[in-house]
């Protein structure tokens, strides 16, 4: 029985008016949202793959990031559509958990994408950056731009319990060289450095918002983390606001064109760049030979990650602006 909402609505008219191909292998894949160019990139890579492979690729998401219920019906309407595979950017690490194991009892292949689950080994396989060697990038190369100078951190976080968020957040202070909790852990370190720590959600007005009220605590803030591009956009917007932004350092993790374009305009000092295109086709790749072969894969597997930075400090391997355009995602 699919839940009677909107967005059930929406998933269930795209399962029920699209006809298969006899033996043609079916795919879904739900992401976060439908509006954040990474998922819209990662739709593209998965359409491409697909379209190559021959399969017939199902597409949904929940409206907002932390959408599980939407997440949820979008997963129940695809296995009712013959979907023996479906790839998920989870957006509650461990409430999208039952579901997963009921589409799996089903013979369904689980496979997470830039997310993991928590615990991580409740998908067959995940897909996805490095997330704590990205933060461990950006951490680097923040200390070795600042030249000694005492450190005054602000970090504008995903949200808690996260897991994406928390190692992000705590490769960085391991890059930093601060103490940091190791990359297993879903909680956020804590140092004397860190002078702010407040929740983004990812979102540029929240990330303005979080910038604002950590300023009343930090005025004198030389570092900012944030757990992606939009948040730092809004970091910067907040800097700005109060004539502060020449004097501080902003890092983040995602590689998008608008926010390589930012790291080119110096809103960005540096960003871990990641390959949404490439997890979303790997995961088309994985779900056509299991319709073949009935094989499955599992374990996790690096789909890479680059330190993009306007200028180079030593020590740090870091590509260029044009190296970052050249492989970012979203508009040009």
């Known amino acids: ?5 909107p967005f059930a609505a929406a998933a269930l008219m795209l399962a029920v008016g699209t006809s298969f191909a006899a033996g043609e292998p079916v795919i879904g894949l739900i992401t976060k949202t439908e509006t954040n160019p990474f998922f819209v990139k990662m739709k593209e890579g998965a359409s491409a793959a697909a379209k190559a492979k021959g399969a017939k690729l199902l ?103 996260h897991p994406v968020g928390a190692q992000r957040h705590n490769g960085f202070l391991k890059g930093f060289g601060l103490t940091a909790p190791d990359a297993k852990s879903n909680e956020l370190g804590t140092d004397a450095a860190v002078v702010c720590m407040a929740d983004s ?5 929240k990330g303005q918002t979080a910038m604002e009220n950590c300023l009343q605590k930090a005025p004198d803030v030389n570092i900012v ?16 606001r109060a004539g502060k932004e020449k004097g501080v350092i902003i890092v983040s993790v995602d590689g998008g064109c608008e ?11 540096a960003t871990s760049q990641q390959y949404p295109l490439k997890m979303a086709s790997m995961g088309v790749e994985a779900g056509v030979e299991y319709a073949k072969s009935g094989k499955k894969v599992s374990g996790y597997t690096d789909t890479g990650v680059t330190l993009i930075a306007a200028k180079a400090v030593a020590g740090v391997d870091s590509k260029d602006v044009k190296t970052g355009t050249s492989l970012c995602w979203g508009k040009k």
């Open 1 to 5: 029985m699919f839940k009677k909402t």
């Open 59 to 161: 597409s949904g998401a929940g409206k907002t990031d932390g959408d599980n219920a939407g997440q949820v019906t979008a997963m129940e309407n695809m296995i009712a559509a013959g979907a023996k595979t479906i790839l998920i950017t989870p957006s509650d690490s461990k409430a999208i958990i039952p579901s997963i194991k009921k589409a799996q009892e089903k013979g369904v292949m689980i496979i997470a994408l830039d997310s993991p689950t928590d615990p991580a080994d409740a998908t067959d396989a995940l897909f996805a950056t490095d997330n704590y060697k990205a933060g461990v990038l950006i951490g680097q190369y923040a200390k070795a731009a600042l030249g000694g100078k005492p450190a005054k951190i602000v970090t504008l976080d995903l949200f808690p319990g």
């Open 201 to 205: 959600f990812g979102d540029r007005a």
């Open 225 to 240: 983390y944030t757990i992606n591009e939009p948040a730092a956009a809004g970091a910067y917007n907040a800097l700005k």
């Open 259 to 269: 926010g390589i374009e930012n790291v080119g305009k110096g809103v960005i000092a």
